[in-house]
């Protein structure tokens, strides 16, 4: 079973808020003790974390479903609920996060990059909360809130400083497993490549870089075949490509031909993709004619004999080099938040209107809204938060329906 994964979905629920408490305070020689109920604990939120201790998203594979814990309920003498622990959830660096309509939500590109993937529920406050001037008996209280919940689609982009592009079994695996500690699975057959690997190169100076073997494109890869989409995706990051062109004499293509095809299908993929400093080498140097039938005067190596590959490397720091030299500084590691929701109204196909907007929703998240004096709260923080006005704004008329969460009213211009 592969130990790779890219592309993954997550199910993602955050924990809910709990209740607020309605409690009277009473003992003994303390007359009108007052309202004394404590407020609920929040729910625990869920965080996408970069982490570049994790490689593969093989861990949502098969267990995609991750919860966050939910605050407990507030207690009478003003004790608070305990709020529920956040979820961090580790993902690769290069990881991509989209919802199901496809709309991308992060890309947590360096290490220590963090997205608030599902907000835990806000928890519910006390009767004691409620106490003012004119309210001096409160007996009414906040329901928790419940924690987001969504799917999310994850795709990670491996965050590489060379990209080895070449045709399936041209011998890519062999190569990286020469210049790095990596251990492919290379046998002598096309397409044994059939997920990336990553090997890091150690040069005498101190200095490393990551090198990334690519699965074999072949012709038409940027429109998907061969699973073209899938691999090309983890090009989009290097900062420079390696094109090995096969000089064997079992290669389809010459070499300028094979040069040729690769630079269109990334071009094709990614126009950009053109304009990152690229080595191109002859690969299987010693399987190629020797009597010099390939037309190739550039750069060869031989994996498997060791001939070029000193060259080789070098001409790979220095593109490496001359890439990073480039780059602007990095920024901080950025903390990825939704965008607040603010009030909007909707017309439902009954003719009816939905209100929403999390102050809102809050606002009528009372424990009884039979409760007179609970009703009279949930009037007076609509109208602050000017649904009254929204609603007279859309068009609403005496009489019509007007939902807000999991409550119905009926609307009245008074």
């Given at each position: 079973?592969?130990?790779?994964?890219?592309?993954?979905?997550?199910?993602?629920?955050?924990?809910d808020?709990g209740?607020?408490?309605?409690?009277?305070?009473?003992e003994?020689?303390?007359?009108k003790?007052?309202?004394?109920?404590g407020?609920g604990?929040?729910?625990?939120?869920?965080?996408?974390?970069?982490?570049?201790?994790?490689?593969?998203?093989?861990?949502?594979?098969?267990?995609?479903?991750?919860?966050?814990?939910?605050?407990?309920?507030?207690?009478?003498k003003?004790?608070?609920?305990?709020?529920?622990?956040?979820?961090?959830?580790?993902?690769?660096?290069?990881?991509?996060?989209?919802?199901?309509?496809?709309?991308?939500?992060a890309?947590?590109?360096?290490?220590?990059?963090?997205?608030?993937?599902?907000?835990?529920?806000?928890?519910?406050?006390?009767?004691?909360?409620?106490?003012?001037?004119?309210?001096?008996?409160?007996?009414?209280?906040?329901q928790?809130?419940?924690g987001?919940?969504?799917?999310?689609?994850l795709?990670?982009?491996?965050?590489?400083?060379?990209a080895?592009?070449?045709?399936?079994?041209?011998?890519?695996?062999?190569?990286?497993s020469?210049?790095?500690?990596?251990?492919?699975?290379?046998?002598?057959y096309?397409?044994?490549?059939?997920?990336?690997?990553?090997?890091?190169?150690r040069?005498?100076?101190g200095?490393e870089?990551?090198?990334?073997?690519?699965?074999?494109?072949?012709?038409?890869?940027?429109?998907?075949?061969?699973?073209?989409?899938?691999?090309?995706?983890?090009?989009?990051?290097?900062?420079?490509?390696?094109?090995?062109?096969?000089l064997?004499?079992?290669?389809?293509?010459?070499?300028?031909?094979?040069?040729?095809?690769?630079?269109?299908?990334?071009g094709?993929?990614r126009?950009?993709?053109l304009?990152r400093?690229?080595?191109?080498?002859?690969?299987?140097?010693?399987?190629?004619?020797?009597?010099?039938?390939?037309?190739w005067?550039?750069l060869?190596?031989?994996?498997?004999?060791?001939?070029?590959?000193?060259?080789?490397?070098?001409?790979?720091?220095?593109?490496?080099?001359?890439?990073?030299q480039?780059?602007?500084?990095?920024?901080?590691?950025?903390?990825?938040?939704?965008?607040?929701?603010?009030?909007?109204?909707?017309?439902?196909?009954?003719?009816?209107?939905?209100?929403r907007?999390?102050?809102v929703?809050?606002?009528?998240?009372?424990?009884?809204?039979?409760?007179?004096?609970?009703?009279?709260?949930?009037?007076?923080?609509?109208?602050?938060?000017?649904?009254?006005?929204?609603?007279?704004?859309?068009?609403?008329?005496?009489?019509?329906?007007?939902?807000?969460?999991?409550?119905?009213?009926?609307?009245?211009?008074?």
């Amino acid at each position: 079973m592969s130990g790779f994964v890219d592309q993954a979905q997550l199910n993602v629920r955050a924990g809910d808020g709990g209740a607020g408490c309605v409690s009277m305070r009473r003992e003994a020689h303390v007359p009108k003790g007052g309202p004394d109920g404590g407020d609920g604990g929040s729910g625990g939120s869920i965080w996408l974390v970069a982490d570049r201790n994790v490689s593969s998203l093989l861990a949502f594979r098969d267990h995609p479903h991750r919860r966050a814990g939910s605050g407990t309920h507030g207690q009478g003498k003003k004790k608070h609920g305990h709020s529920g622990e956040d979820l961090v959830v580790a993902v690769p660096e290069g990881t991509v996060v989209h919802d199901q309509d496809g709309v991308l939500l992060a890309d947590l590109v360096n290490a220590g990059d963090r997205w608030l993937a599902a907000a835990g529920g806000r928890g519910g406050k006390g009767n004691a909360r409620f106490l003012s001037n004119s309210r001096r008996v409160p007996t009414f209280a906040e329901q928790g809130e419940p924690g987001e919940e969504r799917w999310l689609e994850l795709e990670l982009k491996l965050m590489a400083d060379v990209a080895l592009v070449g045709f399936p079994n041209v011998g890519k695996s062999t190569l990286i497993s020469v210049i790095s500690a990596a251990k492919p699975k290379i046998a002598d057959y096309p397409f044994t490549t059939l997920e990336p690997n990553l090997g890091v190169v150690r040069l005498d100076g101190g200095d490393e870089f990551v090198v990334a073997d690519i699965p074999g494109l072949i012709e038409g890869a940027s429109e998907g075949r061969g699973l073209g989409h899938q691999f090309l995706r983890h090009v989009e990051r290097a900062r420079a490509l390696a094109l090995l062109l096969d000089l064997s004499p079992l290669a389809e293509h010459s070499p300028q031909a094979q040069e040729q095809i690769l630079l269109r299908e990334l071009g094709d993929y990614r126009a950009e993709l053109l304009d990152r400093p690229r080595v191109v080498v002859g690969s299987r140097a010693d399987l190629a004619d020797p009597d010099g039938a390939t037309d190739w005067d550039g750069l060869t190596v031989a994996a498997v004999t060791g001939d070029g590959v000193p060259q080789l490397v070098g001409a790979f720091a220095e593109a490496v080099r001359g890439a990073r030299q480039a780059e602007p500084e990095p920024e901080p590691f950025v903390i990825h938040r939704p965008e607040p929701e603010g009030l909007r109204i909707e017309r439902t196909d009954s003719g009816g209107y939905v209100v929403r907007g999390k102050a809102v929703e809050r606002a009528v998240a009372l424990s009884d809204l039979t409760n007179l004096e609970a009703l009279a709260y949930v009037q007076e923080r609509l109208q602050k938060l000017g649904v009254d006005k929204a609603l007279a704004k859309a068009g609403a008329k005496d009489g019509d329906t007007v939902e807000i969460g999991r409550f119905a009213f009926e609307y009245s211009a008074d």
